[in-house]
T-cell receptor
Framework: GQNIDQPTEMTATEGAIVQINCTYQ??????LFWYQQHAGEAPTFLSYNVLDGLEEKGRFSSFLSRSKGYSYLLLKELQMKDSASYLC??????????WGAGTKLIIKP | DTAVSQTPKYLVTQMGNDKSIKCEQN?????MYWYKQDSKKFLKIMFS???????INETVPNRFSPKSPDKAHLNLHINSLELGDSAVYFC???????????????????FGPGTRLTVL
C-alpha cells in the first residue's frame, strides 16, 4: 500500500528553527508537495520538490532524498503565525496525490 | 475575485436528509477535486474531474454523487446523510492532471475555504 508518515505534533519556540520530517512509500514518484493549513482554513501550497536537494523559499526550505523516500520542511525564524498544520503529499506514478495526515506545529513565545 | 469558492460554508442537517455542496473556480483550471477531511485532519480524496469527466473515484459510498456541469463547477450531492459523513469537505482545482511533464508543478492544487458538514 501507499503510505506517508509525519509526526503528529511538534512544538517550537518563536524565533527558533524547526524541521518537520516526512517519509513516504508510494507506487512511483512524480514530486512531493508541502502545504500549510491553519486551523479552520483550507490548505495552501508551500513548496514542491521533484529532484534531490534543497529548495529554499524565504524562511521556508524543503529537502528531498528520493533514494531514502524522505523529505523535510525547515522553518526558520519562527513566528507565531507559523502555528498551523503542515501536510506532506506525494504524486505517485498515476499522478495522484497521496496525502499525509499532517503535522500540527505549535509555536510558543 | 475568489479563486475557488464553495457554498455553503457551514451545513447542519439531520440524518437521512439529502444535501448538496457547490464549488466554482475562476482560475481556468482543467481539473477539480473533492476531498473529505475528518476529525483527525486526514485529507482524503473522493473524486477528481478533468474537463467535466470523472478521472478519480475513490472508494466512497454511492450516496455521494459529483456533478460537473462545466469545467468551472463541480458540485457534490449527498443522499441519505449519516452521522459518519460529518467532516469538512474541500473542493480544489489544478491547472492539469500532471501529465505535462516530470518537472512541472502543474497540479499544484488550490483549495476552496471548505464546507463544515454536521449531521445530527
Amino acid at each position: 500500500g501507499q503510505n506517508i508518515d509525519q509526526p503528529t505534533e511538534m512544538t517550537a519556540t518563536e524565533g527558533a528553527i524547526v524541521q518537520i520530517n516526512c517519509t513516504y512509500q508510494t507506487s512511483g514518484f512524480n514530486g512531493l508537495f508541502w502545504y500549510q493549513q491553519h486551523a479552520g482554513e483550507a490548505p495552501t501550497f508551500l513548496s514542491y520538490n521533484v529532484l534531490d536537494g534543497l529548495e529554499e523559499k524565504g524562511r521556508f526550505s524543503s529537502f528531498l532524498s528520493r533514494s531514502k523516500g524522505y523529505s523535510y520542511l525547515l522553518l526558520k525564524e519562527l513566528q507565531m503565525k507559523d502555528s498551523a498544520s503542515y501536510l506532506c503529499a506525494v504524486r505517485d506514478s498515476n499522478y495522484q496525490l497521496i496525502w499525509g495526515a499532517g503535522t500540527k506545529l505549535i509555536i510558543k513565545p | 475575485d475568489t479563486a475557488v469558492s464553495q457554498t455553503p460554508k457551514y451545513l447542519v442537517t439531520q440524518m437521512g436528509n439529502d444535501k448538496s455542496i457547490k464549488c466554482e473556480q475562476n482560475l481556468g483550471h482543467d481539473t477539480m477535486y473533492w476531498y473529505k477531511q475528518d476529525s483527525k485532519k486526514f485529507l482524503k480524496i473522493m473524486f477528481s474531474y478533468n474537463n467535466k469527466e470523472l478521472i478519480i473515484n475513490e472508494t466512497v459510498p454511492n450516496r455521494f454523487s459529483p456533478k460537473s456541469p462545466d469545467k468551472a463547477h463541480l458540485n457534490l450531492h449527498i443522499n441519505s446523510l449519516e452521522l459518519g459523513d460529518s467532516a469538512v469537505y474541500f473542493c480544489a482545482s489544478s491547472p492539469q492532471t500532471g501529465s505535462g511533464g516530470f518537472l512541472e508543478v502543474g497540479d499544484t492544487q488550490y483549495f476552496g475555504p471548505g464546507t463544515r458538514l454536521t449531521v445530527l
